[in-house]
């Protein structure tokens, strides 16, 4: 069924004015559908979102309309359902429960079946981390697509962006029952980390700019097909990273030691599309494009600050019987450090996730994505800040880790 929002995202690309049966044509539909089809263009009249001329029906270029169709581009490119999120009733939701850090059906302000079918909708698309079932305790993630929605409903609340719980007993139950789920069928969960690190490709890249949608990188990496619409340089690049990942879960699987060689060739194999740097150390400066505020190494000191670091990896490695905090506090500590190192002329932050998740999964923690609604938060606390944020990025990625292992342990069982 062809919704009006549909036919808002079909118009504002077009930009050009469209009779009815122009739309119908578009959509493959065949003339019975023409009266709910010119219905929903007169509906789009009403809402200030087209205006009818002589020539038929054409798109407002104002501010809500430039929202609304970035809303809709936004949830294409992350495989989200933009019908289900752009509903008044559901905006009315997002404004009171985003006021609060935790919600339950107690709080939300709508019935208890409405507010499972909410939150399940949010957790489906990556947007809110489910706690507790019973009772249902649930975590919605603030990012700037659901911040668009209310804008676009006209909501101007105060919301909560930043969280202060931490979930040490959540994750470390998640974690007994991963280990035991695991320990069941290796094959299944083999599985299911093909489908975890084809994400993670495309979010970690969507990070950096690349501009191949999410359904894309599934057709490029798991269907082998290549759509004829994108860049032979962008899917290159979505195939390397793809490599890198394979090979860092290869060394995880072994528990190698993790050594500037290993990183060397990992930051090799991600950027093999650009071999003059591809697995090099710079010899020149660099910087964070858009946040001048982020402190980046000289070049002539990369060395010495890398030397550093292994050596606190070192020291980090020999102890044993490591609580999860004190791995999870090295492991940011080694995000942050490196990542202000910079030391390659591009593809810095990409390699830093990815050692990131080594450094966790070689200490039995599976973290293999990030879920798109933590994103702008990640992003926020990492290479977007004006100052390190050590302590924000380990709640945020208490989070991923906790909704990572979530996402497993509902696929084992």
Same mark, same amino acid.
Request: charged residues 30%; hydrophobic residues 40%; positive net charge.
């Given at each position: 069924?062809?919704?009006?929002?549909?036919?808002?995202?079909?118009?504002?690309?077009?930009?050009?004015?469209?009779?009815?049966?122009?739309?119908?044509?578009?959509?493959?539909?065949?003339?019975?559908?023409?009266?709910?089809? =010119?219905?929903?263009?007169?509906?789009?009249?009403?809402? #200030?979102?087209?205006?009818?001329?002589?020539?038929?029906?054409?798109?407002?270029?104002?501010?809500? &309309?430039?929202?609304?169709?970035?809303?809709?581009?936004?949830?294409?490119?992350?495989?989200?359902?933009?019908?289900?999120?752009?509903?008044?009733?559901?905006?009315?939701?997002?404004?009171?429960?985003?006021?609060?850090?935790?919600?339950?059906?107690?709080?939300?302000?709508?019935?208890?079946?409405?507010?499972?079918?909410?939150?399940?909708?949010?957790?489906?698309?990556?947007?809110?981390?489910?706690?507790?079932?019973?009772?249902?305790?649930?975590?919605?993630?603030?990012?700037?697509?659901?911040?668009?929605?209310?804008?676009?409903?006209?909501?101007?609340?105060?919301?909560?962006?930043?969280?202060?719980?931490?979930?040490?007993?959540?994750?470390?139950?998640?974690?007994?029952?991963?280990?035991?789920?695991?320990?069941?069928?290796?094959?299944?969960?083999?599985? /299911?980390?093909?489908?975890?690190?084809?994400?993670?490709?495309?979010?970690?890249?969507?990070?950096?700019?690349?501009?191949?949608?999410?359904?894309?990188?599934?057709?490029?990496?798991?269907?082998?097909?290549?759509?004829?619409?994108?860049?032979?340089?962008?899917?290159?690049?979505?195939?390397?990273?793809?490599?890198?990942?394979?090979?860092?879960?290869?060394?995880?699987?072994?528990?190698?030691?993790?050594?500037?060689?290993?990183?060397?060739?990992?930051?090799?194999?991600?950027?093999? =599309?650009?071999?003059?740097?591809?697995?090099?150390?710079?010899?020149?400066?660099?910087?964070?494009?858009?946040?001048?505020?982020?402190?980046?190494?000289?070049?002539?000191?990369?060395?010495?600050?890398?030397?550093?670091?292994?050596?606190?990896?070192?020291?980090?490695?020999?102890?044993?019987?490591?609580?999860?905090?004190?791995?999870?506090?090295?492991?940011?500590?080694?995000? #942050?450090?490196?990542?202000? /190192?910079?030391?390659?002329?591009?593809?810095?932050?990409?390699?830093?996730?990815?050692?990131?998740?080594?450094?966790?999964?070689?200490?039995?923690?599976?973290?293999?994505?990030?879920?798109?609604?933590?994103?702008?938060?990640? /992003?926020?606390? &990492?290479?977007?800040?004006?100052?390190?944020?050590?302590?924000?990025?380990?709640? &945020?990625?208490?989070?991923?880790?906790?909704?990572?292992?979530?996402? /497993?342990?509902?696929?084992?069982?």
């Amino acid at each position: 069924m062809v919704t009006k929002y549909d036919i808002f995202e079909l118009m504002y690309k077009n930009r050009f004015s469209m009779r009815p049966v122009d739309v119908v044509r578009e959509f493959n539909k065949s003339q019975e559908d023409y009266h709910a089809i =010119h219905k929903q263009l007169r509906e789009l009249v009403a809402l #200030n979102l087209l205006r009818k001329t002589k020539h038929g029906f054409e798109v407002n270029i104002n501010k809500k &309309t430039e929202i609304l169709y970035g809303i809709i581009q936004h949830c294409l490119k992350n495989n989200v359902s933009y019908n289900y999120l752009l509903d008044k009733n559901f905006a009315a939701f997002l404004s009171k429960t985003l006021q609060k850090e935790e919600i339950t059906s107690d709080d939300a302000g709508v019935h208890p079946r409405t507010f499972k079918k909410y939150t399940e909708m949010l957790n489906r698309f990556g947007l809110a981390l489910i706690i507790s079932k019973k009772p249902l305790r649930v975590k919605i993630f603030y990012n700037v697509l659901l911040n668009n929605i209310l804008v676009y409903f006209n909501y101007k609340n105060q919301i909560i962006k930043e969280s202060s719980y931490l979930y040490n007993k959540e994750i470390e139950r998640e974690l007994n029952i991963f280990k035991r789920l695991k320990r069941k069928d290796e094959n299944l969960y083999r599985n /299911i980390v093909k489908e975890f690190e084809i994400s993670f490709t495309y979010h970690s890249l969507s990070i950096e700019g690349n501009p191949v949608t999410l359904s894309e990188t599934f057709k490029i990496l798991q269907d082998k097909i290549i759509p004829g619409n994108l860049k032979a340089l962008d899917v290159e690049e979505i195939k390397n990273y793809q490599n890198a990942i394979l090979q860092m879960l290869q060394d995880s699987v072994q528990k190698k030691v993790l050594n500037i060689n290993l990183i060397l060739n990992y930051h090799k194999i991600a950027m093999n =599309h650009i071999p003059s740097i591809a697995g090099k150390i710079r010899a020149e400066e660099v910087y964070i494009k858009g946040n001048p505020n982020f402190k980046i190494k000289k070049a002539k000191n990369v060395q010495k600050e890398l030397d550093f670091l292994f050596e606190e990896y070192n020291k980090f490695i020999k102890k044993r019987k490591l609580s999860f905090n004190k791995i999870l506090n090295f492991a940011v500590y080694f995000h #942050n450090e490196f990542q202000h /190192i910079h030391p390659f002329v591009d593809g810095n932050s990409r390699t830093t996730r990815l050692i990131t998740f080594y450094l966790l999964q070689i200490k039995d923690i599976p973290i293999f994505d990030i879920p798109f609604g933590l994103l702008d938060e990640y /992003i926020n606390y &990492t290479k977007g800040s004006k100052k390190r944020e050590d302590e924000k990025l380990f709640q &945020t990625l208490q989070k991923i880790i906790l909704w990572n292992l979530k996402k /497993i342990n509902e696929k084992l069982s």
